[in-house]
T-cell receptor
């Protein structure tokens, strides 16, 4: 099965700063890629997904991600973060099962 | 209705108790999942049911026993658990399972937080 690595364990930002979270998956072939977010005390929510087509994917709350096949990467970006973006962010890949990366804690300071 | 509902939200049990976690969805999804999430860790897959049949068991100890009475319901029966089994147990559902298509977007419930004393 695929595995996922997330580059950053904890990211601390100020409001209005730009955010980029790295994600790499282990090998090629047909994969479905996801970013999920878990706000404090809330359930996992889907931010965005990539199955095929345009490698630049737009999701909810102003997030986007770029799939780069040659680098096995699916990095998440947001141009200007808000305090409400404080959360745990998980990259995930689905071949026969959904496997999550270790997660990145994002803290946005007001 | 685009929700996955889990009950109870919190459960405290002793090591000799028998309890169950319940999960319900009314989105017509045909695959349902149990995940376990420890604090500050990613969710780990435990079981997958596809069309009410167990399709994946990720080598979970037999003290966890899943049951899928129908396509909308998923239970996790707990017996003789250990303190290290304390975690957030997440249920999820998707339209399909295992296919590399748009069918396998998982919708998660809020979880049942289990404490084993």
């Amino acid at each position: 099965a695929q595995s996922v690595s997330q580059h950053n364990h904890h990211v601390i930002l100020s409001e209005a700063a730009s955010l980029e979270l790295g994600c790499n998956y282990s090998y090629g072939g047909t994969v479905n890629l996801f970013w999920y977010v878990q706000y404090p005390g809330q359930h996992l929510q889907l931010l965005l997904k990539y199955f095929s087509g345009d490698p630049l994917v737009k999701g909810i709350k102003g997030f986007e991600a770029e799939f780069i096949k040659s680098k096995f990467s699916f990095n998440l970006r947001k141009p200007s973060v808000q305090w409400s973006d404080t959360a745990e962010y998980f990259c995930a890949v689905n071949d026969y099962k959904l496997s999550f990366g270790a997660g990145t804690t994002v803290t946005v300071r007001a | 209705d685009t929700e996955v509902t889990q009950t109870p939200k919190h459960l405290v049990m002793g090591m000799t108790n028998k309890k169950s976690l319940k999960c319900e969805q009314h989105m017509g999804h045909r695959a349902m999942y149990w995940y376990k999430q420890k604090a500050k860790k990613p969710p780990e897959l435990m079981f997958v049911y596809s069309y009410e049949k167990l399709s994946i068991n990720e080598s979970v100890p037999s003290r966890f026993s899943p049951e899928c009475p129908n396509s909308s319901l998923l239970n996790l029966h707990l017996h003789a658990l250990q303190p290290e089994d304390s975690a957030l147990y997440l249920c999820a559902s998707s339209q399909g399972a295992g296919e590399t298509t748009g069918a396998n977007v998982l919708t998660f419930g809020a979880g049942s937080r289990l404490t084993v004393l």
